[in-house]
């Protein structure tokens, strides 16, 4: 199961750095895991060459749902475009609905009132807490932990209850658009959120006594998928998977916006930098966004306007002009590129996701030497998510 | 790793314990939120199917379809959003813009059907069950993707204009114009209520772009008169426009003259382009005003050898002689007149044909004869006294002011009427008097009350604030006389204005009487045409409808070489009698080059 | 930003500094002297993060813009490198990699080399396909590509649908004739 030092029966590295893997000795076996396979983190596949149970080479494919939403952006007005930047992340959609409208707002001149800010703020935290569900039940799972899944479901699912009240749609929210948000808050949402928090946070107890107080998973999972902090800046690595690496990256402190300049928090740190590490990191940034959406709720302005002038967004033009937007999600740092060339459509629009560079080169360079059982934990530990990559 | 976590582990099993958080029904236990975007609900009597909605769709599920029992009316299509839930993303952009407020969503969001098709409706004509659903999205308060006020109009302060007759609007500006022109969302709803049909939407959408040749392009291709209609239009289109259900509705008059503002003469002579060759045919025209000069416009460009003949010393006709030149100024009117002439129309002023010159010389000497008189006579109210040489036209004293001529401004005046006219004569005497004698004192009395009347509200305000008087619902009884001179008139209140039929048959309460002073009494209620000229032979062999000459749809009356046009076959406004004179105009032009007319 | 760019200044041929934000500023550089300049940037800057690479089409001017954008973390700066590349109209552009830099920036040029017909000659696996399996027209992302047109050309539309201009019916409604 684990590392063997002795590298003579597997390939020899050639000089350029790939290895010399000859299919038709018998001695490899190419296996792919995925787009259709338990052990995969949604619609991706990684195509491993194993020797024994010992992955030598794994290549990252994706496009499985490539739906080319940066081309449809170009073909739809500034407003039009709105509607489809949540579709690029389906698990946690909110920022790129923040990331275009602060991006169009900045190009354009627009400034968001207040109340606005608070809520985008506030949107964005409660889809951290619901994407980290997510990954919760998936890292659990991939150990063949199935219950900490429906715990977490159960605890997303009170999380979008509350996305529900407050936009008016569970996954796709399409509540945060340029100029500030669609609403405020209903009646009573304070108290209702209030509720969702306490059950998540018992909640969070248990996954931490059946999850994380566990002889298997600790097991598994420590010493599992180590990532070098030397390999940060080489491979982009950003979020949670940074931080369990002992660096405390986190744009909500290193590029403050929104409202958080004014919410006390610290980025959670871990120092093992392995599966375990991160998914601790995780576990613990639950909390944090708990005490945030707490925070939020109670400094948020409660009136005033929640959308800035707009002018007729039929004929909307925006003058030449790039920017960058970016945004803490729970996979780390993600963000929109935004050019435009004074016309009413966008000339360009690139999204950054995290999981571009953790699921491809990073993945790529972390799954080799490792155990075949061990490859859907080490995956599901860097949190990706594919649609943000092929977009 | 410890003895915990051997143990810890199975702290689950304390879940054994726990009620299931499942929903045991979810199809009738979970409703959605207050806020829900599920299935869509039009109020269809306040939906105007401007198609705005389907304009902002970025899945292109809407369309819009005629529906039965719903027929086009002004500032209504008839049209209704039909959704495609095949492509529908819930996004809402469609209730957000809604220019009436009618589209919302409910909050239900199941709905099970085996044919796919049944997913493609019309919500609020194909009945469904969420119908009249209570909670779901509505656009939120305050939460606009349009601008819903009107840019402010400059104008000049009241002591300042009453003293003279300058205009008293001052335009928009390229800034101001471009933010007017950024509210309209190009539905087009205006175009067909505009007699003219003009371009609307694609000229204010030139000014956007701040391309004001192609604007007046647009303009010249419906009316000769952009620089007249943007100051004086009565503006039906912005009784149709859709911003005015929930916001002011879009200045298009203002709009239209801000493009003639801006352009040169020279762009305006390149836009209007130059008349074809000449087709050797020849049209005579009697009356220079709005409707005779726009097909003298559209012949000249044809090719055809157009002379305009005209009893008063200038051109423009009511525009010039009826509308004071506070409101039109005489050089926007020669302006639009100079680009006609330009193109080679001729306009013989002082001119009167019948005794100038008679019909049948026009008729002997051109291929086709228009007749464009217009309504120069004023209508009489015939209460006692009105006889009196005191008592006088509103028409006649307009046309008076315009040439110069001292009619003999009263100290004090009242004004019989409520319409446009009305106000053009009490403002033009409130000014004459600021001139002469310092001080305002005249009377407007009009049949209507607040609620009805005829005049444009901005009239009834300007006139206020420039001191005159405005009594509602007052009908004329008498004109007091006193040693031979007028004293005032005497009115009752107005209790009904048409019968149980719908006739015109006012009604009054006698007891009470009101009694307006004034040495000059002006009657303002009506106008009609002086057909002398058409001599009593012509006369009796025309065909005519209730006073009216008979024409048909392309102005052509009874006798094959002579059309009609304008007011005195439509009614009294600058841009109908532009409409006709290009209908009449394309008539004349396909008789004289296929029929041998005569 | 302004003495960043001053101190750049002395040692490239840099463009004007466009000042987006007081804490993000774009830059345009030649081609050849983007690996020196990015080499500066991540070595004596700070500027060690790579944020992303990616294109723009102006296809009207004949050029690609590369965007690299970096970021230094401790100073919250950013730095959009921009260069500017002729854009044949068939075929590839060509630029130079930089995964030797930033061994993550294989994958932007491999996605380039998909979508936009960038080649990066050298880069790891540049010509394998990456999102798109079986493509055959051109690179996706260049501004000529007709999403429309390959749509309807490729896909059948359900039928049924059908929609009405609400100013040419009113017309037709209103004013049968025409007029």
Redesign the interface.
Known sequence: MSYTPDRSQYPAMRPDGTLDIDLTSGKYLKLWQGPQHPGITGNMSVELTVCGDEVVEGKTHVGYLHRGFEKLMERRTFIQVFPIVCRVCVPEPDFNEYCYAAAVEELAGLQVPEQARWIRTLILEMGRVNSYMMYLGGQAGAFGLGVIGQWTTYARDLMLDRFEELTGARIYHMFILPGGVRDGLPDGFAQRMEETLAEIERTMKDVYEVMFCNAVFKTRAVGLGYIDPALLDQYGVTGPNARAAGVAKDVRKDHPYLAYPELDFEPVTGTESDVYARADVRRRDVLVSVDLIRQILAKMPKEGPVMAKLPNVLHWKIPRGETYIRGECSRGEYGYYLVTDGSGYPRRINVRGPSYTHAMALLERMIVNVNISDVAALMVSLHTYPPEIER | ?SF???V??F??WK?LFRDP?TIRDPLNDRP??????GFHQNDIEKCI????C???C??GA?????VEGR????GD???RPRI?Y?RC?????CV??CMTGSLSMSNEYKWVESDP?AF?FTPGVDAKHWDHAELG?RR?E??????EHRLHMGEMAPEERIGSFAEIVDGYDVAQAKLEA????????C??TCPA?MAI?QYI?AI?DGDYERGVSLLYETNPFSGICGRVCTHKCESACASRHEGDPIAIRWLKRHIMDQVSVEQIRRAVGTAAPSSGRKVAIVGAGPAGLTAAFDLAKRGHAVTVFEALDKPGGMTRFGIPEYRLPYEAIDQDVDIIRSLGVEIRCNTRVGSDVTLDELREKHDAVLIALGLQLGRATRVPGTDHPDVRKAVDLLRQATAGEDFGTPRSAVVIGGGNVAMDIARTLARLQKQQFGAVKVIVTALEDFAHFLADPDEIKEAGEEGIAVFDARGPQQVVVEDGKVTGLRTWKVKAIFDEQGRFAPSYDETDELFHPGSMIVEAIGQMTDTALLGDALTEKLAWTRGRLQVD?GGRSSEPWLWAAGDMVRGPDVISAVADGH?VA?SIHTAIMTEQAK | MRTLYERLKALFPLGELTEQRPDMGFVTVPAEHLRPLLTQLRDREGYTHLVLLTAVDWIEEGQFQLTYLLCNRGAARDLGVRVMIPRPAVGLATMEGIHDLWPTAATYQRELREMFGIDFPGSPRVDEEFILEGWIDIPPYRRDFDTRKFSEENFNHRPGRETRDPAQYMKQQLYPDGK
């Open positions: 790793m915990k976590d051997v810890s582990p702290t689950a879940n958080v959605g939120a207050a806020r829900y975007r199917g401007c198609g705005t389907e304009t902002i970025q899945n809407i369309d819009m379809l005629p027929a086009t009316k002004q299509s008839g049209l495609d095949g993303c819930w996004c809402a952009l957000d813009v098709d493609r999205y939120p305050g939460h606009r993707l349009t601008a950024d509210r309209c969302v190009a539905c087009g709803l175009v067909a049909h939407p959408a956007r749809a209908r394309a």
